[in-house]
């Protein structure tokens, strides 16, 4: 299956593209609002830092069949401020355009190749919280949204590069086993929450509350039946810098990516 996702920068707007649709957020500093391209509107609010933060669903998405969907004002502000951010990029795409006209076709894409400089092993950084074990499966929360499925890494990741190892792409196989059906239309890619979590945060991500939240997610079996396991690859590129003792969080569990994280 082909997978794509292209972020661009407006103003304080970022867009991204991928095969589910288009996602904005809007913001910077401690608070960035953003919608996603499954319909889902959040906020996050950041301390810099120190490495808090919350993120929270505020409406709008799927949800149960028949289900009725939530309004909330932060739709309407967010939707008002999308379209700002979209008429700002249509005028910034159009220079662009006229710039690019008369010039030669661009070249080809370069293709992925190993990371010479990868890490073979990784160890757990000191703000990683709510740890698991690197091969044991995410415990099952008692309540709340995650409830359904449960994650493990179970090998170290594939890591390839396209500029000479200045970012690099993280790939790692991700065992899902569903433990209960709550009758959600959503699968495994749009309806749990994979975040990467970087090592050591490259300082043009610093502030940048948007970075590792879109992960690449495609599995064997994006709907499992209860009782069933799948393998699911989730992948983000991200600077060579922020690769070691880097790890996943999954639903809120922070999931060791490394032998060494136990």
Sequence with gaps: MVQFRKSKKSGPFRFTLSQRGIGTSVGGGPFRLSLGAD??????????????????????????????????????????????????HACSSDKSSDNRSGSSSPKPAEQPVPWAG???????PTDAYDRVPFGQLTPVPPGGPFTEFQFAVVGPPQLTTTDDGKTVRIISKVTVHRVEDKGFSEGIAKGQSFMFQPGVTAPENRMDESHGTDPTVVCENDRPRTGETTVCDVSFTAPASEIPNSYWEINRFDVGTWPSQL
């Design 39 to 88: 319909g889902r509107a959040r906020r996050t609010v950041r301390v810099p830092g120190v490495g808090l933060y919350d993120t929270k669903t505020i409406g709008g998405g799927r949800g149960r069949r028949g289900a009725r969907k939530t309004r909330h004002p932060f739709l309407w502000l967010l939707a008002v401020l999308v379209g700002f951010g979209l008429v700002i």
């Design 118 to 124: 990868a890490p073979a092993d990784g160890q757990w």
